[in-house]
Structure formats: structure tokens, C-alpha cells
């Protein structure tokens, strides 16, 4: 089943680009899923990974997710999906309380999609400086406050003995690009 997801991320993100790059966008999935799967995820969570932004960003739908996933991987990407149709400020406040009241899988989730775009904008900072927020919907200021609140909750509820290892490196990341 991971195989299938990976192909189908890759075919549903066909032509697209990350942000402030060329690199194709299927490439993000990826290194999320990838991530999981080091951490040691159950199956369904690694698909979830590398399907996490198909509904968001292309024509497939939860629906399209079900059919081929199963309801387990439908549900934890459309707790991860955002709602184009409201403000940046509603979407990104939405998936503080998501990472806040959700599963531990939900916020491995999201934790390691948010990894993976905190290494890519270190990245682009290095090559780009401060023009690369030029290219965010909101600027440095609203992506600061939106990384320190997703570190402040999203151990909330969670021992630490479960919390992986992946989580503190955002934790470092959101220091370095923020402070």
C-alpha cells in the first residue's frame, strides 16, 4: 500500500513546484512519508504522508482517498487538509487546535509535514534571504507565530517517552529561522 500511495502522490502532484524552487512538488510527500516511516509509523500513517496534501492541492478528493486508502488514511489527511475558502490566519489557527486535541498519529502528521517545509525554507533563506517570504501568504512575522504556537501544543497530551525524536528537530528549526 505504500508503493501505491507514493505513485499516487506523484501522479496527482504531476508538474507542480515547491515554492521559491524547480524541485517538483511530489518531492515534499516524500521526505514527509519518509520521515514517518524512519520514526517508525504504522503503514497507514507513512500513505497518509505522502497523500497529505493531494486533497488541498490538486483534484482528487477525500472520497478518491477512501477508495484507494481506506478510511484510516481518508480520515487522518482530512484532519490535515486545510480549507482554502477561509483566511490564512483561520487555516493555520484550525491546524493549531488540530495538532493541539489531536491523535498522536494525526500530529506525527503534521509535525513531519511542517519538518520537512521548516528544512526547505532554511534552505531557501540561505540561497533567496529575506525575499523568500515575498512568495508566503502571510510574512515572517505571521509564519513565527504560527511555528511557535504549533511547538507550543504539540506535545499536549502525549508522554514523552512517545514523542519521536523528529519533533525536537522542529523544535531547533523553529529557533533558528525564528529567533
Not at 68 to 95: I, M, P, Y
Not at 154 to 168: A, C, E, G, I
Amino acid at each position: 500500500m505504500i508503493e501505491k500511495a507514493k505513485a499516487f502522490a506523484a501522479k496527482a502532484h504531476q508538474g507542480q513546484k515547491r515554492k521559491n524552487s524547480s524541485e517538483d512538488y511530489v518531492v515534499h510527500p516524500i521526505r514527509v512519508a519518509e520521515i514517518l516511516e524512519h520514526a517508525g509509523f504504522r503503514e497507514k500513517v507513512i500513505c497518509a504522508g505522502y497523500l497529505h496534501d493531494v486533497v488541498e492541492d490538486t483534484p482528487y478528493t477525500l472520497q478518491d482517498i477512501e477508495r484507494e486508502f481506506g478510511l484510516d488514511v481518508r480520515d487522518l489527511v482530512a484532519a490535515h487538509t486545510e480549507d482554502k475558502s477561509k483566511s490564512w490566519q483561520e487555516r493555520k489557527q484550525h491546524t493549531i487546535d488540530t495538532v493541539r486535541e489531536g491523535s498522536f498519529e494525526l500530529k506525527a502528521l503534521i509535525i513531519a509535514d511542517k519538518l520537512d517545509n521548516l528544512r526547505s525554507l532554511q534552505s531557501d533563506i540561505k540561497t533567496y534571504g529575506n525575499e523568500v517570504w515575498k512568495n508566503f501568504n502571510a510574512g515572517a512575522d505571521a509564519q513565527k507565530w504560527y511555528n511557535q504556537s504549533i511547538v507550543e501544543v504539540m506535545t499536549n497530551r502525549l508522554n514523552s517517552s512517545d514523542v519521536p525524536n523528529y519533533f525536537d528537530e522542529y523544535i531547533q528549526l523553529v529557533k533558528q529561522t525564528f529567533d
